[in-house]
């Protein structure tokens, strides 16, 4: 059964702006990642999953309880990690984090020295004074502190150097594997992709195509680069039966083609009559199958 249920989500801001009849849902054990730009309705769906905004249409619910009516309740499950971190000025990290503890009525210091030791971080500065990347540590550690069982996160890595957005991939891992709920959203590719068991493409409030991630990793139709000696090569071969172009460059005698897997040695057999410079696969990858459904966008656009 799905801990977290979206049915035809619906929040119209005019002009364009909200979200529009989204639905999803998530299992327990599950990493579920929303990608799109900035705008595209991201955190308009994490604000109605925490219960901050009431749908004008369809539901949100949470083990079974509506996100907006019971908020309260929900929320002593979930550990939330807002995309811009808005601190109390006049206390020091230590002070924000007893103040946090309090709050959720959870007082295990070795998950809290876990955490410290973690992120490498000391909460001993005030707020004010702390790096932005310090600032992401810190609400890091207290949306993690109270080791809840749902995870929602918001741009987690924004602010982290490299190092610490490695060390966050693998600490989520770790959370993956103690059966915690995670719902992602993020524009880092290399961020999705280690992380998330499915993703959603998101695009002006829609959620245009959902995916797993191993279907990504493992897709059957694969892409190559093949570079020719002569134009006249390049030509011929692109008239072979059952090879399909995506695109040519006669200056630079470069083909792209796509085939499926089953049919690789067609493939080879007819580039076995020409001479040929170079061959190569070309990954595909998360961001080409983002990229497929804005370009897709573009080229509408273009041709209205």
């Not at 797993?212 to 071969?237: G, M, P």
Request: hydrophobic share 40%.
């Amino acid at each position: 059964m799905a801990l977290i249920e979206v049915d035809h989500l619906t929040k119209n801001y005019g002009h364009g702006r909200g979200i529009f009849s989204v639905s999803f849902q998530i299992e327990q054990g599950e990493v579920f990642g929303f990608v799109g730009p900035n705008g595209a309705g991201k955190t308009t769906k994490i604000r109605h999953l925490m219960g901050f905004s009431n749908p004008q249409s369809g539901k949100a619910i949470i083990n079974g309880m509506p996100c907006f009516q019971r908020a309260s309740t929900i929320l002593q499950d979930i550990g939330y990690l807002p995309g811009e971190v808005a601190l109390p000025d006049g206390l020091t990290g230590w002070q924000f984090i007893r103040m946090i503890q309090g709050l959720r009525n959870y007082h295990d210091d070795k998950r809290l020295q876990y955490l410290l030791d973690k992120f490498r971080f000391d909460p001993a500065d005030k707020t004010k004074n702390m790096s932005l990347g310090n600032k992401r540590k810190l609400a890091i550690v207290t949306a993690f502190l109270a080791d809840p069982k749902i995870l929602i996160l918001d741009e987690p890595t924004s602010g982290l150097d490299p190092v610490m957005q490695e060390t966050f991939i693998d600490f989520l891992r770790d959370e993956k594997s103690r059966g915690k709920i995670i719902l992602l959203s993020s524009h880092i590719f290399s961020e999705v992709d280690a992380t998330c068991d499915r993703i959603a493409i998101i695009r002006e409030g829609k959620i245009v195509s959902t995916v797993a991630t191993k279907d990504i990793r493992h897709n059957s139709r694969k892409t190559y680069q093949i570079v020719f000696n002569t134009v006249e090569a390049l030509s011929f071969f692109s008239k072979e039966n059952g090879i399909n172009i995506n695109s040519e460059d006669k200056k630079l005698k470069t083909l792209e083609v796509s085939i499926e897997d089953n049919n690789i040695n067609l493939m080879i057999n007819a580039l076995a009559k020409y001479k040929v410079v170079s061959f190569k696969e070309k990954k595909f990858t998360l961001e080409n199958y983002f990229m497929h459904f804005y370009e897709k966008k573009t080229i509408e656009e273009a041709s209205k």
